[in-house]
């Protein structure tokens, strides 16, 4: 298994950015695709980012695209997830989340989970 504690988030005005961090422990990092999911109130999870287990592929929603950037660290068993040009809408609990399988976009996929930050970002 693996477990995964984010850190960073915050609060913001919109148009800021705020750097989202995920420290994973346990099994090889390098064997888990990394996404962020998000959350607002009253809404389902949504997928945010994903990054492949190289790294060298990213893909993020529709919503996000040229705002926010996901990478990560396998010698440092971190992911991150880099928001910019923050939007009110962007406001929710952060959860970084791995998955052993490539599906990027599902998140029945993921089966590990940290506790989530939170992003505000206030007009």
């Not at 950015?17 to 995920?22: G, I, M, P, T």
């Not at 959350?39 to 492949?52: N, T």
């Not at 705002?67 to 939007?87: E, H, P, V």
């Amino acid at each position: 298994q693996v477990q995964l504690v984010e850190s960073g988030g915050g609060l913001v005005q919109a148009g800021g950015s705020l750097r989202l961090s995920c420290a994973a422990s346990g099994r090889t990092f390098s064997g888990y695709t990394m996404a962020w999911f998000r959350q607002a109130p009253g809404k389902e999870r949504e997928f945010v980012a994903g990054i492949s287990r190289s790294g060298t592929t990213a893909f993020y929603t529709d919503s996000v695209k040229g705002r926010f950037t996901i990478s990560r660290d396998n010698a440092k068993n971190t992911a991150s997830l880099q928001t910019n040009s923050l939007k009110p809408e962007d406001t929710a609990v952060y959860y970084c989340a791995a998955t052993s399988g490539t599906s990027y976009f599902n998140r029945n996929a993921y089966n590990y989970w940290g506790p989530g930050r939170q992003v505000t970002v206030s007009s």
